[in-house]
Every structure is written in C-alpha cells, then in structure tokens.
C-alpha cells in the first residue's frame, strides 16, 4: 500500500528560496550577537526529562514532547499510574528524555555542567531548534529556531539596557521601521499580586494576566474573579493598571501602589535606571505592568518585542532576568539575563512586509553547458581551477540548450560557462552573463584570475 508523503503536523519544508531568507536573518542576528561579544554554543536537541520538568509553569511542561523509551525499558511502563489518572507518573515510567522547550534551560545545565571550565561572566549565543506540543498557528510551529543571546554570572543592570540595544540593532539591521519593547519586573507582578491579595496565587495570576492581549481585560478580570476569588474592589485597581498609556504614568503607579518591601523598591529602581538610560529610545520603549511572560524561570525585569506594523502576529523576541536557574543543577549564585529572537514570526512579518533584499544572493554562480562528454572532459581542468575562486556546476546531462538555460534562469544563476564544437574549435570559452546577456571570450591556455564576469 502507498503511503501519501506529509509531514507532522506544526512542522514545514523548506525549499532553497525560504533557507537562504531565513540565513540572512540568522546572519543579521549571529553578526550583531558577535559585535557584541557573545560567542556561539551548541546543545543537543534532547536532555533528561528531569533537566526540563518543572521549569516552565504547568502550562508549559504540559507542551514538552517527550522521547518513549525503547526496548525492554517499555516493560517498566506504570500502567496502575495510568489507570489511576496520574499522568506525570505514568509519563515518568515510559520516558527519560525529552525535545528541548527552550534554549535557556539546557543552557543552565550546560554551565552548572562546565562551571570549572567557563570564565565568567559567560557570554553566549545559540541558534537552534526547539520543540512545544502547541496548536500551530501562523508563526507559531511545533518545530521552530530560536535564537538566544545570554549572560551568565552577572548582576549589572546594564546588561539590561545592552540587551535592548541588541534588540534595536537586530531590527534595524533587517529593516524594520517600527518596533516596540514592553518591559516589566517579575517583583512588581508580585506586589500587584499581593495587592489584590492573590499572594498564594501567583503562578495562576500570571498565567491569566498572560492572556491580557487575547482575551482582553473584562475576561481577565472575570478569569482572575472565578477562579481566584478577585474581591470586586481591586477591578478599579487593575484597570488602571491596564489603562496605563506611557512608561512615566506606570512608574508613578508603582511608586504610588506597589512598594510594598525592600524587593520591590529595588524592582523600581532598577526600572527606572534602566528607562533613564534608554531615555533616546524612551518612544519605542513601553513599561507594561500588565507584560507577564508565562514561564516561571524569571525573577526580575522581563521583555517582549512587537512589531507595530502587524500586531495578530504576536510578539516577535523576549526574555527577562532569571537568578535561581542553575541552584537545580548545583551552581548557585549565577545570575543570569537572556533574549531570544523567534526566526520563524521574524520571517513571515519580513516577507509579509517585503522587507528581504530584492535579491538575496542565490549561491549558485556559474552553470557549465554539457555539450557532450567529450567537451566536458576537454575543460575539466578549467572547471577545477574555477572552483578554487567560484561555486560552479556542470549540468549533468547532454540535452537541448534551451533546456540547460531555463534550468540556469529558474535555479538563479549569474553566469553560463559555454564550451561546445565552436568554442572547441576556436581554442576559446565563452562566459555569459544571464543578467545583462554580455559575453566574454577567453583563450584554453588564459590564466582564469583574468576571466571577466
């Protein structure tokens, strides 16, 4: 029986015309990461389950997509565990390993792993794939790159505002011309929390406030009224918190409402350093207090970058300031910061936009015309020395010509390399170019530095 060729669901192809957009993104993003200082690492796409478990909230764990054991390893599968509901349990019995979530997690196991070897602060970059078992949606896939920049060992507020600045150099570099970064701090949703005396609930708390922008603020508020307990006398209170139009406004909020201990008078120090510091970029820089970022790593100020020029997209890049991510693996005191750009949401908005370069260079270069073995063998000497300057291909087969430069034009070729009966017995090769139609003549015996293109 015949098997009809698709691939799973939330996954895509890529044909050659998509890879060499999605490297130029990934090369605008690896050239501003490195100008910076950030060197590149690698992890493997998988890690024990129990690296990941537990990281990302219940939301986000109920996204990993585990690895099923092999073997007689099957065998242990807890079947009472599955029959008496208890699902992590059960999952537990039949898996060791699990897809990567996130790039930041294996990142914490890579240096509590390599402590005695890294110079600290570490500064690193990693662009690889990840996996979450979420609804694919445009922009939003099962399979998809993400591309991490991180500095582990290191308190200074001014990785914060650097790291911003890398966010804006990014964009601007692919050509983006609107962008805005909504910021906010870990401790100041603890405070409103509080506030709104949903202090035994954080983790829920942000978990729906996490929705503001899907559902909108009447059912966030109904969500945090049903299933929190919201007393009606704090709905004027977080209306006003989500009616908050600039980042000075929020500020004197905090000031006002959320100072509550020594964490979150620090919490509002470090936001307001960092707003005067960014003072030039104060219009494309937007304090959020309702910016929650679900995962439940991050400790201090926290990010996510939107384009302005198409919102039902979503957010295009965040991260935030995580300080207890190692302590599971045994390396405490590493504070660590980090943003992420997601290539994919990058992509679409770029081609949706018509923001790639009109011609991305394709790397086919020279295609050489098959006139026949004998002629290819004739120049296959050229065709070497060629190569140690320039990709070149020789069409394999000896068909029509008109074939052979269809095949050039589609596949996006500069140059044909032409050498057949005529050229044979003139001693010549022709090089044409297919962008202009000019064509060169060059002797067997020219040295090939002196080809025209």
Request: proline letters at 2%.
């Amino acid at each position: 029986m015949s098997i009809k060729p698709t691939i799973p669901k939330g996954t895509r192809d890529y044909h050659p015309e998509i890879v060499l957009k999605r490297n130029y993104i990934i090369d605008v993003i690896r050239d501003v990461f490195t100008k910076y200082g950030y060197l590149e690492i690698q992890t493997p796409s998988f890690e024990k389950r129990e690296t990941l478990a537990g990281k990302y909230g219940n939301e986000g764990d109920r996204l990993i997509f585990n690895i099923l054991n092999s073997g007689e390893k099957v065998r242990k599968a807890d079947l009472k565990a599955l029959n008496d509901n208890k699902t992590t349990e059960f999952i537990n019995s039949i898996s060791d390993k699990a897809l990567r979530y996130d790039l930041t997690v294996p990142l914490a196991r890579y240096v509590s792993q390599h402590q005695n070897e890294i110079k600290f602060p570490f500064k690193r970059f990693q662009i690889q794939n990840v996996w979450r078992a979420d609804r694919p949606q445009k922009g939003r896939y099962q399979e998809f790159t993400q591309c991490d920049a991180d500095v582990i060992g290191s308190d200074s507020s001014y990785l914060e505002y650097e790291m911003i600045q890398m966010y804006f150099n990014v964009f601007k570099n692919l050509g983006f011309q609107k962008i805005q970064i909504k910021v906010n701090h870990r401790e100041i949703l603890s405070s409103i929390c509080r506030k709104i005396e949903l202090n035994n609930n954080f983790n829920d708390f942000v978990t729906i406030l996490d929705k503001l922008n899907k559902i909108g603020s009447e059912k966030v508020i109904y969500e945090l009224k049903d299933k929190l307990g919201l007393k009606d006398k704090f709905h004027p209170l977080l209306n006003q918190i989500f009616e908050s139009r600039n980042s000075s406004q929020a500020l004197s909020l905090i000031n006002e409402q959320f100072i509550d201990n020594d964490n979150s008078k620090k919490a509002y120090e470090e936001l307001k350093n960092l707003f005067d510091l960014t003072l030039n970029n104060k219009s494309d820089v937007l304090l959020d207090l309702t910016l929650a970022r679900g995962l439940d790593y991050y400790t201090g100020i926290i990010f996510e970058v939107v384009s302005l020029t198409n919102s039902e997209i979503g957010s295009i890049g965040g991260g935030g300031r995580y300080k207890n991510l190692t302590e599971r693996f045994n390396a405490n005191n590493l504070s660590g910061i980090g943003i992420s750009f997601g290539l994919e949401r990058v992509y679409h908005l770029m081609d949706d936009n018509k923001l790639f370069p009109e011609e991305i260079k394709s790397p086919n270069d020279i295609l050489v015309v098959n006139f026949g073995d004998e002629f290819i063998h004739d120049i296959s000497y050229v065709v070497s020395q060629l190569r140690t300057l320039r990709n070149v291909s020789v069409y394999p087969d000896f068909v029509k010509l008109s074939k052979q430069f269809t095949y050039a034009d589609k596949n996006k070729y500069s140059y044909v390399l032409i050498y057949g009966k005529e050229e044979a017995q003139e001693k010549v090769i022709k090089i044409k170019n297919l962008k202009t139609g000019d064509e060169n003549k060059h002797n067997l015996d020219d040295s090939i530095k002196n080809y025209k293109f």
